[in-house]
């Protein structure tokens, strides 16, 4: 512990001492002053649908929603049906929970370019784009749209305040015309050019708080929201359950007997269980025992299965991958977040908390060498854990990719980090430039940064402190974007009971989607994949304090920290969500599957039961300070 | 028109309270966006959009709700609702305590079908977790609530036939009894499509020879190929159009079948005959600004040709999805007739 203190103080030094971390309460305390505010304004109702409106904000929005429906309805009466589904299936969709900047972003694709006219009346010269508009992400385009430019329209003068007040517009000026009048107060404004879609993700998240700010305990309230999925309703897997959760509380209480014979009683009910079933609960069953009889605490815990190598922990990760789509879904979904951050930056850096076999960098490397206008010079730094036998594991996997990528022609570079926590690291050594930079043409580019944590957070909880630092030095590289998936429950909540409960349930339907239907891979991999979660299982049931790593919580839990520390949502949104179902559908073949949206992120879950979690973030613009600057 | 389309928002926005007319409209504009002139429907988009929430078996004003897979192959699952079991206060309800009867006396059983025009919609969508919730402390009952099959992925008649399983699955279910007889006292209910469903089923359960106590149909969906005076009267001025209509029927029937398909008009030239069958009783809830309310007012009048029970209940000043936000006297008045056929059909 001592080493970590001291290198927190020595940051705090480095950024002005106690004032820093003054002002950081302080904006945080205004910053929770504001958000309760704005909770109190939230229609109640609306929001136990689901949807966050503030009340002082309704009438605005059904204005907002009444113009749309005018905007559409008239694209009807002039039969562009074609033209309206067109801009309807380009939409893409953004937390839709948020009604308000909803029907914005379809107003503001409907105020889109108007198609080349059928008779065309002469261009006159741009006037710049008033910047107090209310709509900013409706910016001038420097994109070469060739063959459409401003277009005034011969459009009666209105009022602003009589922006309703519509004429029924000739037939042939109707679909240009559509949004013109759906919100602008200038009547002389010109149609621009369609903002490229690239400028449109940077727009601000202006989203009122997710509820769960609401509650002070994130822990608690989210472990009663976690659902239960109930598949096997046959007489002898619920005696199973049954005793399982009567060991758990025995174990609690501390009646080390009577949760021994229940180890027994549930090996045997396992025993004659079948499927999935029958597997969960020789983990939770085998995790139990290792639990009753470990050593008292004494710092040593007995922990779980001996095998600490991480090569074999890299092959159970790469089978999991294979025999079930959670992360394929988690690998393709932060690809398509970092995708979208790095458009229009010819060099970009992607930094991987969890490096292991690489798995998901091909696949991004393979779309940044399809981009429109050549892929950009990509740098990656791959961060693992010391390896006992001093293999070079990190380094081959970076000469794998390297080799990956020349035969796609991306300019690539590698790096290599060991760490054994992630709290190890400093800003500098995610930021330093690579010793074979070239001179001073390269060095004006600037460098956008994406940080990418698959499944990496959570396990930071286990020591204080180490989240905070982490968070830290993620702010202070000022990522362009931060892609974070985490397994969604709460495992790290609660009483043991309390916990023990909530993985029984999360593994069982973990469990019952690998078996039959939703399985892809081979018989291997599946046997390999419930190995990987079976030490999971053994982590969070038999292990405490630092040992217990796997410290899984829900991504209400991880907004409130992320939020906390200075982040703001980056929404992931409907182009990549239906692409996550296409693929699903494709790969998995399983129907069980759903990938849901909430507040922004995407999940993947088992029928209704979401399992695990993706995300996107940035620093928030409050935050963004100069002491942080590199 | 586009004058026209002002006028319609007035009216509309003068007959619902404003974070109604919010969310109704903002349904409209999603679902929009989703139909395609095609006959295709963005299911993916259309998931994107919908306002799920999660089971919770951590009592929520007493209610606790858990997820159940009916039919594997068919991936049928369904929302089951109830009172908390009665467990140590504060514990979450372990596992078996979700399959005892929640009362010794007799209790209803509501299998709820959600509405959605067939297409939109699941079991575990915002709008009717709440709704099922309300209906258990309403009616102190168990709710299953079956996230039936949709259309146009899914035409007639899949609906009917997740219905069926649900109904099947549930007699089977030993908790779901109650009283001296220890039967299943099972009401069949369902808001628009659902309300379809829910009729469609008790015929096939009354021509099976299963009981139904009772038929609650809200704002059901049930149409025909003439153009009544109501859907002229009221054609797009209360969010809800012809041309949608005929959209949502022609992805659920069948390939070529017209709106006088015994799905759609139960009671029109190619309908079954109900009489002499067991038919449940029904109480039929209509609004008065609804369009398709001359169908379901024809509806009831069939159910009672035929020497069935009905009792209709009509909303003058109601619009569609008035039962979504407790807001209105046609939320709480309606909710209270639902609660006493319940109770006096139990």
């Given amino acids: ?630 | 028109m586009a004058g026209g389309n002002e006028i319609n928002a007035n009216e509309s926005k003068m007959a619902v309270p404003l974070n109604t007319w919010v969310l109704i409209s903002n349904f409209k504009l999603a679902y929009n966006l989703l139909r395609r002139p095609d006959g295709t429907f963005d299911r993916h988009l259309a998931e994107f959009l919908d306002r799920k929430v999660p089971a919770n078996v951590t009592p929520v004003n007493g209610i606790i709700s858990f997820d159940v897979l009916i039919d594997r192959p068919n991936n049928l699952v369904a929302r089951i609702y109830r009172p908390a079991p009665a467990t140590a206060a504060g514990s979450i309800p372990i596992f078996t305590d979700l399959y005892q009867p929640p009362s010794s006396d007799t209790f209803p059983v509501i299998i709820f079908f959600h509405g959605g025009s067939f297409a939109h919609s699941s079991s575990n969508s915002a709008i009717y977790d709440s709704l099922c919730r309300r209906f258990v402390s309403l009616c102190d009952a168990v709710v299953i609530s079956v996230n039936y099959r949709r259309a146009p992925e899914y035409k007639y008649p899949c609906a009917y036939d997740d219905g069926w399983a649900a109904l099947k699955w549930a007699s089977a279910e030993p908790w779901l009894r109650s009283g001296k007889e220890g039967k299943l006292r099972v009401f069949l209910a369902g808001d628009s499509s659902g309300g379809n469903i829910a009729h469609h089923v008790a015929v096939r359960a009354a021509e099976s020879g299963i009981e139904i106590a009772g038929n609650i149909l809200l704002n059901s969906m049930f149409g025909g190929n003439r153009r009544t005076e109501s859907e002229q009267r009221l054609d797009g001025k209360y969010f809800v159009t012809i041309q949608d209509r005929d959209w949502y029927w022609k992805a659920f029937l069948p390939e070529g079948a017209d709106r006088d398909h015994p799905a759609c008009n139960p009671f029109g030239p190619n309908g079954v005959r109900l009489e002499g069958l067991a038919f449940p009783k029904s109480l039929v809830i209509v609004a008065g600004l609804d369009l398709v309310q001359d169908w379901q007012l024809a509806y009831a009048e069939g159910l009672k040709t035929a020497g069935h029970f009905v009792k209709v209940v009509y909303r003058e000043q109601a619009t569609i999805g008035f039962y979504l936000l407790p807001n209105t006297n046609h939320f709480y008045e309606v909710m209270e007739e639902i609660k006493e056929f319940v109770r006096f059909n139990l």
Wanted: charged share 20%; glycine share 8%.
């Fill in chain 1, 1 to 630: 512990m001592e080493p970590m203190k001291l290198q927190r103080e020595r940051q705090g030094n480095l950024r002005g001492g106690r004032g820093w971390y003054g002002a950081a309460a302080e904006m945080e305390s205004e910053k929770k002053k504001a958000a309760m505010a704005e909770d109190s304004d939230v229609d109640e109702l609306l929001a136990a649908l689901g949807y966050k409106v503030r009340s002082s904000n309704m009438a605005d929005i059904a204005q907002k929603l009444e113009q749309a429906e005018m905007a559409m309805g008239s694209s009807v009466v002039a039969n562009d049906d074609a033209l309206f589904f067109q801009l309807a299936a380009d939409t893409v969709h953004y937390n839709p929970s948020d009604i308000s900047t909803w029907v914005d972003n379809i107003l503001s694709e409907l105020n889109g370019p108007p198609p080349p006219p059928v008779s065309s009346p002469p261009p006159n010269a741009p006037a710049p784009l008033d910047p107090q508009k209310r709509h900013p992400e409706a910016l001038p385009s420097d994109a070469a749209q060739s063959s459409i430019t401003t277009v005034e329209l011969p459009l009666p003068t209105r009022r602003p305040a009589q922006v309703y007040d519509l004429e029924p517009l000739p037939a042939v000026n109707v679909a240009r015309a559509r949004g013109r009048f759906a919100y602008s107060s200038d009547p002389q404004m010109d149609v621009v050019d369609p903002s490229p879609r690239d400028s449109k993700r940077i727009k601000f998240c202006s989203s009122p708080p997710s509820s769960s700010s609401s509650t002070t305990d994130a822990a608690t309230s989210t472990a009663s929201n976690l659902p239960a999925v109930v598949v096997d309703t046959q007489e002898a897997g619920i005696c199973l359950v049954h005793a399982l959760l009567a060991c758990a509380e025995a174990v609690e209480q501390g009646n080390l007997q009577a949760a021994d014979a229940l180890v027994k009683q549930i090996t045997v009910l396992a025993a004659s269980q079948g499927g999935a079933m029958r597997k969960v609960a020789a983990y939770f069953a085998e995790a139990l025992a290792r639990r009753i009889y470990r050593p008292p605490p004494l710092g040593g815990v007995v922990g779980c299965p001996s095998f600490d190598s991480v090569a074999f922990d890299d092959m159970l990760h790469a089978h999991f991958y294979e025999s079930c789509p959670y992360l394929k879904f988690a690998h393709f979904t932060a690809n398509q977040a970092i995708l979208e951050a790095f458009a229009g930056f010819r060099r970009v850096h992607v930094v991987d908390f969890g490096m292991r076999q690489g798995l998901q960098w091909p696949a991004l490397l393979q779309a940044l060498a399809l981009r429109p206008g050549g892929p950009p010079s990509f740098r990656l730094t791959g961060i693992g854990p010391p390896q006992p036998d001093n293999s070079d594991a990190l380094q081959e996997v970076g000469w794998k990719l390297a080799q990956f990528a020349e035969t796609i022609r991306v300019d690539f570079r590698y790096r290599g980090f060991v760490a054994s926590s992630l709290a190890d690291l400093e800003p500098s050594m995610l930021l330093g430039k690579n010793s074979d930079d070239c001179g001073g043409a390269e060095k004006e580019e600037p460098e956008v940064v994406a940080v990418n944590s698959v499944l990496e957070l959570h396990r930071l909880l286990a020591r204080p402190g180490a989240l905070e630092k982490v968070l830290g030095t993620i702010r202070a590289v000022r990522p362009r974007i931060l892609t974070v998936v985490e397994q969604e429950a709460n495992h790290n909540g609660g009483t043991f009971h309390e916990r023990f409960t909530e993985a029984l349930r999360y593994y069982s339907t973990m469990f019952d989607s690998m078996e039959g239907g939703g399985k892809s891979g081979g018989e291997r991999d599946q046997v390999m994949s419930e190995l990987y979660l079976g030490r999971q299982i053994c982590n969070v049931v038999a292990c405490e304090g630092a040992e217990r790593r796997e410290r899984h919580e829900a991504v209400e839990q991880w907004r409130e920290r992320l939020t906390g520390a200075g982040f703001e949502s980056v929404p992931i949104g409907s182009n990549a969500f239906k692409q996550a179902s296409m693929l699903l559908a494709l790969f998995a073949g399983g129907d069980g599957y759903r990938v849901e949206e909430k507040d922004g992120s995407l999940t993947l879950g088992w029928h209704t039961r979401p399992l695990i979690a993706a995300s996107a973030w940035r620093v928030a613009a409050a935050a963004a300070d100069s002491r942080f600057a590199r």
